[in-house]
T-cell receptor, first 116, second 115 residues
Framework: KQEVTQIPAALSVPEGENLVLNCSFT??????LQWFRQDPGKGLTSLLL?????REQTSGRLNASLDKSSGRSTLYIAASQPGDSATYLC???????????????FGTGTRLKVLA | DVKVTQSSRYLVKRTGEKVFLECVQDMDHENMFWYRQDPGLGLRLIYFSYDVKMKEKGDIPEGYSVSREKKERFSLILESASTNQTSMYLC???????WGAGELFFGEGSRLTVL
């Protein structure tokens, strides 16, 4: 059974610091991995999607990598800003037979606080 | 840009009431999902639909039903609301037919309180 873990659960950093958020999954048979941002009381905003054949994706100050063999993904945030404060979640879409292929498995998130 | 719109951001209902949560997406996505999110439990899948009139149970379907009469609209129904259904409800959609296949897009969420 696929499980997704995000450690640490919470992180505080000073403004301007480069930081890495981690996402681990137990089964390497995945279609893709997606990173999201969630602000308090809001829905999830898609940040980056990495297909299983890709190693990384970049968008602005964000870079996400994927290593299926080790079951790991990292989200790198460069030059962090107070506006980056949010909860960051990762989700994998496992390769499954039947209707299970539509499911996404989510981590519980890392709550990031960037201090001004 | 993909837009997933949930009809109500905040609702307050009484125990036993029938509750409808509506979700509309404007990108012709074939897949739509309903999740609930609770502190300490993360996101849990209630139901999903991969086509019009098609539905599949997720991990916690008890106490809920869904309707998908049109491709763009996916409704979540609480037949008789109970206090343990107080939660944040999130609708999402995705498509497997174009680049970025499988990318999941979420609405803003509906915070339901059952008294």
């Amino acid at each position: 059974k696929q499980e997704v873990t995000q450690i640490p659960a919470a992180l505080s950093v000073p403004e301007g610091e480069n930081l890495v958020l981690n996402c681990s999954f137990t089964d390497s048979a995945i279609y893709n991995l997606q990173w999201f941002r969630q602000d308090p009381g809001k829905g999830l905003t898609s940040l980056l999607l990495i297909q299983s054949s890709q190693r990384e994706q970049t968008s602005g100050r964000l870079n996400a990598s994927l290593d299926k063999s080790s079951g790991r993904s990292t989200l790198y945030i460069a030059a962090s800003q107070p506006g980056d404060s949010a909860t960051y979640l990762c989700a994998v879409r496992p390769v499954n037979l039947g209707s299970g292929t539509y499911k996404y498995i989510f981590g519980t998130g890392t709550r990031l606080k960037v201090l001004a | 840009d993909v837009k997933v719109t949930q009809s109500s951001r905040y609702l307050v209902k009484r125990t036993g009431e029938k509750v409808f949560l509506e979700c509309v997406q404007d990108m012709d996505h074939e897949n739509m999902f309903w999740y609930r999110q609770d502190p300490g439990l993360g996101l849990r899948l209630i139901y999903f639909s991969y086509d019009v009139k098609m539905k599949e149970k997720g991990d916690i379907p008890e106490g809920y039903s869904v309707s998908r009469e049109k491709k763009e609209r996916f409704s979540l129904i609480l037949e008789s609301a109970s206090t343990n259904q107080t939660s944040m409800y999130l609708c999402a959609s995705s498509s497997d037919r174009r680049w970025g296949a499988g990318e999941l897009f979420f609405g803003e969420g509906s915070r339901l309180t059952v008294l």
